[in-house]
C-alpha cells in the first residue's frame, strides 16, 4: 500500500517520525477508505494544471518530491504537467529546482521522481487539448484501473471552463476522481455561490478538495487535541474565564513587485476571509460527535452561523507607506510606489475585524482578527486572553493570564502567568509554561502544511478542506463590508512600513477587552 521506508540519510528521529506518518496512513485508509482504491498496483496520477505557475514551482512541484522522496505516496504514482506554456519537463525542473531542498546524497532519489513527470501544452478553454491529456492519462494507465488527482493552480477566471472538460473527458473510468481547488473560491458571496453551484453540477462533494494551505499547519491541526484532549484548558474555555481571543498574521515585507495580484483582491480577501476565519471556527467550535470529517465541518459551520455580517464600525483599514528613516531602501516604498498598483488605490495592506459570536459559550466576546503586510516582524498566532484575577489581594495588579499557540516562526504552546520574583522580595513578575517544538521535539520531522494536505487528497480524508457551506456562511459574514468598502472608496489609515500597524487598531482591540503590556519579555529556549 505505502512503500516501506528505505532511507539513509534521515537521522533515526526523523525516520521513526516518517514511520509512524506512514503507519497513521495504514490505518486511516482501513478505517476511512474502505471500497476505495489506494493499492500501491493501481496506478496514480497527479495532474497540475497549471504547471509553468509560481505555486506549481515553489510549492506542489517541492511538495510532491517531498512526499515521493519519504516513500509516503503510492508506489505506482506519475505526475503530468499541464499548461498553456511551450515547455519540457527539464524546463520545469529548472524552474522548480531551487525550492526543492535537494541533499547531495538524494540526487538518485531526485532523477527516480523526474523520470515519472510528464509535460503537456494546453489551453485550459479548448476541449480538443483535453482530450489529448486525456490520452496521454490513458496511455500511461495501460486500460486499467487508475485513480487521477488534479490540481487546479489556476487563475479564477479559467476554473469553470477547465472543470467543465476535465469532467467531460478526463475522468477516471475505472478508479476515482478527486479534485483539488485552489483558493480564492470567489471575490464575494455571489461569486462563491455561483462556482459552488458550477463544481457541485460537475462533481460530487466528495471528490471536491478545496485547499486552505493554514489548515495544513501543524498548530492549527493541534487546536483540537489541546482543546478537547486535555481538562486543564476545556472548562474555562467560555465567556465565564475569557476576555478576549485575537488572531494575528503578520508579514514584514510589502507586495514585492506583485501589487497587480494583490490589489485585485486586498488583505481582507486573501488573508482574513479564509485563513484567519478558519482558525476562528477551530478556536471556537463545539467539541464535534467524533473525529470524522463531516462531524468536525458542522460544528464549523455552526460557529460561522452565529457570526453577524461585519459593519464598518467593527473594522480597522490600513495601507502602509513608506519609512524615510529605514535603512533597507524597499522599506523606503509604499504600497502606491508599487509600479503594478494601480494609482490612487485604497486597498487596504492591514486589517483589524472584531468579531461577535451569538451563541451561549461565546456571548460577548470579542474575536479580533489582524492581519497585515509591511508590519514589524513576521508571525501567526492565537491569544487567548483570561480575564482579570477578581479579589486582588496585590499591591501590584496581576497581569492576564493567556494562552499563546504560535502558528509561524517556530511553532509553539505557551501559557502566559505570574510568579514571584526570584529573590528576598515579594515582587509580581510574568514567565511562561513553553513547549516551544524545536526543543521539545529536536530533529523530528515537522511536514510542510501542503505535504499533509496533498497527503490527505490521496487518502480521501477532508477534514481539512473546506465544505461548500462553510464557504457561503464565511463569505456572508464579510460580502457586506466588503461591497461598502468598494462602493464608498473607503480611505485606509496610512501606517510606516515596519511598524505595528495604524494606531487605531490598537484602541480598537482595547476597546473589545483586550490588554496590552508590553512588559513580557520572550526568553528564547536553548537550542
Not at 497527479?46 to 509560481?54: E, P, R, T
Amino acid at each position: 500500500m505505502i512503500k516501506r521506508a528505505n532511507s539513509t540519510t534521515a537521522d533515526k528521529t526523523t525516520e521513526q517520525s516518517l514511520a509512524l506518518i506512514r503507519q497513521s496512513l495504514k490505518s486511516t485508509l482501513m478505517d476511512h477508505l474502505e471500497g476505495t482504491h489506494f493499492d500501491g498496483s493501481i496506478p496514480h496520477v497527479f495532474v497540475i494544471l497549471g504547471a509553468s505557475g509560481d505555486l506549481a514551482r515553489k510549492k506542489i512541484y517541492p511538495t510532491l518530491w517531498w512526499l515521493f522522496r519519504d516513500n509516503l505516496l503510492p508506489e505506482n504514482t506519475t505526475f503530468f504537467g499541464y499548461s498553456r506554456s511551450k515547455l519540457t519537463v527539464n524546463d520545469i525542473r529548472e524552474k522548480c529546482h531551487q525550492y526543492m531542498k535537494v541533499k547531495p546524497e538524494e540526487e538518485g532519489k531526485y532523477e527516480e521522481f523526474w523520470s515519472l513527470n510528464r509535460y503537456i501544452a494546453g489551453s485550459y478553454d479548448t476541449r480538443r487539448d483535453y482530450e489529448l491529456l486525456n490520452k496521454e492519462l490513458e496511455s500511461n494507465e495501460k486500460s486499467v484501473a487508475a485513480n487521477r488527482l488534479f490540481y487546479l493552480a489556476l487563475p479564477p477566471s479559467v476554473f469553470e471552463v477547465s472543470t467543465t472538460h476535465i469532467r467531460e473527458v478526463c475522468m477516471a473510468q475505472k478508479g476515482w476522481t478527486r479534485i483539488i481547488v485552489e483558493k480564492p473560491f470567489g471575490r464575494d458571496a455571489a461569486s462563491s455561490e455561483q462556482l459552488s453551484n458550477h463544481l457541485a453540477s460537475l462533481f460530487t462533494e466528495e471528490q471536491l478538495y478545496r485547499i486552505d494551505h493554514y489548515l495544513g499547519k501543524e498548530m492549527v491541526q493541534n487546536l483540537m487535541t489541546l482543546r478537547f484532549a486535555n481538562r486543564i484548558f476545556s472548562p474555562t474555555w467560555n465567556r465565564d474565564n475569557i476576555a478576549s481571543v485575537q488572531i494575528s498574521f503578520k508579514e514584514p515585507f510589502g507586495t514585492q513587485g506583485r501589487g497587480g495580484y494583490f490589489d485585485e483582491f486586498g488583505i481582507i480577501r486573501d488573508v482574513m476571509q479564509n485563513h484567519l476565519l478558519q482558525i476562528l471556527s477551530l478556536v471556537a467550535m463545539e467539541k464535534p460527535a467524533s473525529c470524522h470529517p463531516n462531524d468536525i465541518r458542522d460544528e464549523k459551520v455552526k460557529v460561522l452561523r452565529c457570526i453577524s455580517p461585519l459593519e464598518l464600525d467593527d473594522v480597522v483599514l490600513g495601507q502602509y507607506v513608506g519609512n524615510p528613516n529605514a535603512k533597507d531602501p524597499e522599506e523606503k516604498l509604499g504600497y502606491l510606489d508599487d509600479p503594478t498598483v494601480p494609482a490612487g488605490s485604497n486597498t487596504p495592506t492591514y486589517a483589524m475585524a472584531v468579531m461577535k459570536i451569538n451563541n451561549e459559550r461565546w456571548d460577548n466576546v470579542p474575536f479580533i482578527l489582524r492581519c497585515g503586510k509591511a508590519l514589524n516582524e513576521r508571525k501567526a498566532e492565537v491569544r487567548i486572553q483570561y480575564k482579570d484575577v477578581p479579589g486582588d489581594i496585590f499591591d501590584g495588579k496581576p497581569k492576564r493570564n493567556e494562552l499563546v499557540v504560535r502558528l509561524q516562526p517556530g511553532e509553539a504552546i505557551y501559557v502566559k502567568f505570574m510568579t514571584k520574583s526570584p529573590g528576598i522580595t515579594f515582587d509580581m513578575e510574568e514567565t511562561e509554561m513553553d513547549l516551544t517544538y524545536n526543543s521539545r521535539y529536536k530533529k523530528m520531522k515537522l511536514p510542510d502544511a501542503y505535504e499533509r494536505l496533498i497527503l490527505d487528497v490521496f487518502c480521501g480524508s477532508q477534514m481539512h478542506f473546506v465544505r461548500s457551506d462553510e464557504l457561503s456562511e464565511a463569505w456572508k459574514i464579510f460580502t457586506p463590508l466588503l461591497h461598502r468598502i468598494e462602493k464608498e472608496k473607503i480611505t485606509p489609515i496610512p501606517y510606516e512600513y515596519g511598524s505595528r500597524g495604524p494606531k487605531e487598531a490598537n484602541e480598537k482591540a482595547k476597546e473589545n477587552n483586550f490588554r496590552y503590556y508590553g512588559s513580557y519579555k520572550w526568553v528564547k529556549p536553548e537550542q
